[in-house]
């Protein structure tokens, strides 16, 4: 079983839709949760990261981290075609030395 | 500030020889070296960990002997693929931290990586 599983889709969305990209852990000592932008042959670019549970919101995009269910989510709002890219959830451990482990990313589309 | 590149950004070997990956902290000190392989449509996966001036931490299943990683000064880190084989083409991604700066793990900064094809 993996760590960290991540639906790799591809995901479709027209412009102006909300976004929900979700990623579930078994690992509980997890306890930094980032996300991560990665455009085609490009290296990832963070977007946003969670220390333990709860939301945090940037502009248009929100992360939430329900350590009880094991589960982690980002949600897009107003998604826009430069939105589109892989999104890759990444989780680490207090005392990992910066170790990540990826979720498998997922494929966003927002069509124009 | 905090940008990290990699050279070549892509490259093909014939099968059998090898490879010298570079990755550079352009305006940091990078205490701490990372290097990943990602496969087509697949996540980073963690290959092993360097710090400067120490032998690398590989993770379980990756050949040392194989991929040999240097970390000897603050600012380069190198992954040499020997005796490269066509499996082992895939995107080679570098990412750097400034132990020093503190702050968590999402204080460290990509690559953008090199294409190794081998043919």
């Known amino acids: 079983q993996k760590e960290v599983e991540q639906d790799p889709g591809p995901l479709s969305v027209p412009e102006g839709a909300i976004v929900s990209l979700n990623c579930t852990y078994s690992n509980s000592a997890f306890q930094y949760f980032m996300w991560y932008r990665q455009y085609s042959r490009k290296g990832p670019e963070l977007l946003m990261y969670t220390y333990s549970s709860g939301n945090k919101e940037d502009g248009r995009f929100t992360a939430q981290v329900d350590k009880s269910s094991k589960y982690i989510s980002l949600f897009i709002r107003d998604s826009q075609p430069s939105d589109s890219a892989t999104y890759l959830c990444?989780?680490?451990?207090?005392?990992?030395?910066?170790?990540?482990?990826f979720g498998e990313g997922t494929q966003l589309t927002v069509n124009p | 500030g905090a940008v990290v590149s990699q050279h070549p950004s892509w490259v093909i070997c014939k099968s059998g020889t090898s490879v010298k990956i570079e990755c550079r902290s352009l305006d940091f000190q990078a205490t701490t070296m990372f290097w990943y392989r990602q496969f087509p449509k697949q996540s980073l996966m963690l290959m092993a960990t360097?710090?400067?001036?120490?032998?690398?931490?590989?993770e379980q299943g990756v050949e040392k002997d194989k991929f040999l990683i240097n970390h000897a000064s603050l600012t380069l880190s190198t992954l040499t693929v020997t005796s490269a084989h066509p499996e082992d083409s895939s995107f080679y991604i570098c990412?750097?931290?400034?132990?020093?700066?503190?702050?968590?793990?999402?204080?460290?900064?990509f690559g953008p990586g090199t294409r190794l094809t081998v043919t």
């Open positions: 990444a989780m680490s451990r207090e005392t990992s030395g910066s170790r990540l482990t």
């Open positions: 360097s710090n400067e001036g120490s032998k690398a931490t590989y």
């Open positions: 990412s750097a931290r400034d132990a020093a700066r503190g702050g968590g793990p999402y204080e460290q900064y």
